[in-house]
């Protein structure tokens, strides 16, 4: 995600998150840790005609991660976006050698909930009336990061040859 995305990506969160959006300078303050030696990583997904259609943060400090935001398009889901950004997301945690990502996901979200179970977060507590203006609870959930170096050897480019 760069500064350009924001005015798109910001009416996408309007849309999505209609009581509890981000503003423009929260998106501004993320981005301006995005960099490198920062402790921020944004990243969008993007249609085929270039609009974006998703996005997500993390931030990564003294080895331990945070899925700041992740959203994805009503029109979009169920097409393994949604797959697609954590998984940059729990990549980018391992590589910045964090050993647990933690997210917080609204109680009455058993769809975001799923995914994440999917990828090996687990419920560790409650935040009450952690959405406002809405009073909703957040889930917090939890994954240890696995380490760089225990990816699987599948995904290990064999560099012997060549």
Known sequence: MRWWDIAPVLELELRLFPEDAWSAGMFWSELAEAHSGGTRHYTVAT????SIVGYA???AVAGE??????A???RHQGAGLGTALLTDLI?????????????EVRVDNPRAQRLYER???EPVGIRRGYYQPANVDALVMRLDVPSTDSTDPKDIEDTRHG
């Open 57 to 59: 943060g993390l931030m």
């Open 119 to 121: 990828h090996g977060f």
């Open 72 to 74: 994805v398009d009503e």
């Open 91 to 103: 990549r980018e945690a391992a590589r910045r050698e964090c050993a647990e990502l933690l997210l």
């Open 65 to 70: 991660g945070d899925v700041q935001t992740i």
């Open 47 to 50: 249609a085929a005609d270039g």
